[in-house]
């Protein structure tokens, strides 16, 4: 992805800015913190569908949860001290 994103904007809704998590990791003017965080946020949006789907209501990326943990992972190098396994929502 090329195009100049809002940052700001990206943070709300990380899934509206890019086409995968995959392209976070590939945006040229963020650093890595942007980019974990923008990656933490979309993860958090992935598993409240994933939920909704565990509880029966149509979600259209069941995938999603595990794209965005890898593209963390790859930035984190599989370590993230923010991780905290409270909810169904933090859990991989």
């Keep these: 992805m090329s195009r100049t994103i809002d940052y700001d904007k990206a943070l709300l809704d990380p899934a509206d800015e890019f ?16 980019k974990i965080e923008l990656l ?18 149509q979600g259209n990326k069941p ?15 599989g370590c993230d001290a923010n991780r905290v396994k409270t909810t169904k929502q933090n859990a991989i």
């Design 19 to 34: 086409d995968g998590p995959e392209d976070v990791l590939t945006q040229p003017g963020l650093t890595d913190a942007q």
């Design 40 to 57: 933490r946020r979309w993860k958090y949006d992935a598993s409240e569908v994933a939920v909704a789907e565990e509880e029966g209501m």
């Design 63 to 77: 995938l999603m949860v595990r794209r965005v943990a890898l593209a963390l992972e790859t930035l984190t190098g």
